[in-house]
């Protein structure tokens, strides 16, 4: 990317509550409060003599008289309690980014939000956008330089629950053509998330790949008890069974297991990828954009974990439809990847603008529009 543009930054606060609160071992979480951000390569509003909003009607005036037209990306910040900044940080980072990016250039904004992630999230994303906007690219083909992909695999998301709530969780995902779901577990007993596990998998059928997410609530006790059971009902994949800081746990837990496969999500933020590896503490790591900073760096680290022969599943926060889109093109630029946590729209009771992903028997169908292919999110 290059530094000899005038580009200018603005943003957006937005809160988007759940349909219904997805309960997990972290916490409930209720609604999705961020940052709606738009980069543009044009001047700022401070700078176009007009004073006004930057509405996409006059950047585009604006752009006539000096010879062309502005370019636009779109980013999102959505911090999450835990995972990521707190609100304040990142409306504070996203306010240096800005002064950044009109005083020095991308590479100044990038540097202004370095240690902010859902900040950087957002600025590296509207800046990507743009850039493949510009080259009338899908961003994903932007981001892998690979061949056309249509389609992303996608799990079902299915919060705690009774057994029988959750078994009817689960045939309905099912009805719908999911053919993974990953369920969450871990706030209630062992012996209870195990007849859960079993319920679900009678409700789904055989077919189905089965996931559980404890998000670090158990002891590694508890966990042993839990996997000895799940291997029984052929539960593919263990999401963080113990507290991020038990990589030795964890590797224990996979000398352990038959068929279920470690997967850490809390425990890469905490750790790295190395310190994983050199543990042998997973087979698996989740990849949450927004918490590592970026679609950018993930797909970094999507790519030195399968050199490492562990699997990258990407996931959101539970993000509006900017972040979520971006997502969807980061699975989309990861060849092979496997189900991903991306089928959280209907989590949400409202968004930011029209969703361009629609979900098609258990796949997430990928946007071809250039750039993210999110429209509309501005005005609305
Ligand atoms: O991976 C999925 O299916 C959806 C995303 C998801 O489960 C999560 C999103 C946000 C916070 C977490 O509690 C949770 C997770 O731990 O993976
Ligand atoms: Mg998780």
């Excluded at 950018?296 to 562990?310: F, H, N, P, Y």
């Excluded at 991306?342 to 028997?361: I, K, N, S």
Aim: glycine share 10%; charged share 25%.
């Amino acid at each position: 990317m290059t530094d000899d543009s005038t580009h200018s930054l603005e943003y957006r606060s937005f809160s988007l509550s759940l349909s219904s609160p997805l309960e997990t071992a972290d916490g409930t979480i209720e609604s999705r409060d961020g940052f709606l951000v738009r980069i543009s390569d044009g001047p700022g509003p401070g700078e176009r003599g007009d004073g006004g909003e930057a509405t996409d009607e006059k950047a585009t005036n604006i752009g006539a008289t000096v010879g062309r037209s502005a370019a636009v990306g779109y980013g999102e910040a959505t911090p999450l309690a835990g995972w990521t900044e707190s609100r304040e940080d990142c409306e504070a980072a996203l306010e240096r980014a800005a002064d950044a990016l009109r005083s020095g250039g991308p590479r100044d904004a990038l540097e202004a939000v370095d240690r902010q992630v859902a900040a950087r999230h957002a600025v590296s994303l509207a800046l990507t956008d743009l850039q493949a906007t510009k080259e009338a690219t899908p961003l994903y083909r932007y981001l892998g330089q690979g061949p056309m992909i249509g389609r992303v695999p996608v799990n079902a998301t299915i919060g705690d629950g009774t057994p029988s709530d959750s078994a009817v969780n689960a045939r309905e995902a099912v009805d719908r053509g999911f053919g993974s779901c990953k369920l969450k577990v871990g706030l209630r007993s062992v012996d209870e998330d195990v007849e859960r596990v079993r319920r679900v998998r009678e409700a789904a059928g055989e077919d189905i790949e089965l996931r559980a997410d404890a998000n670090e609530a158990w002891t590694y006790e508890q966990a042993e008890t839990a996997l000895e059971a799940f291997d029984e009902v052929g539960l593919s994949i263990l999401e963080q069974p113990l507290p991020a800081g038990a990589l030795e746990g964890h590797a224990a837990l996979r000398e352990r297991s038959e068929d279920v496969r470690i997967a850490l999500d809390e425990g890469l933020l905490e750790h790295g990828v190395d310190a994983i590896c050199e543990a042998g503490a997973a087979d698996a790591v989740v990849l949450k954009p927004m918490a590592l900073g970026g679609i950018d760096v993930a797909r970094k680290i999507a790519i030195w974990v399968r050199e490492l022969e562990m699997t990258p599943i990407v996931t959101t926060t539970i993000d509006g439809v900017v972040a979520r889109t971006a997502a969807v093109h980061l699975a989309a630029s990861i060849p092979d990847v496997p189900p991903c946590g991306l089928a959280t729209a209907e989590l949400l009771a409202e968004d930011l603008g029209r969703d361009p992903v629609f979900l098609d028997r258990g796949s997430a169908v990928v946007p071809q529009a250039k750039g993210l292919g999110v429209e509309g999110v501005w005005e609305e």
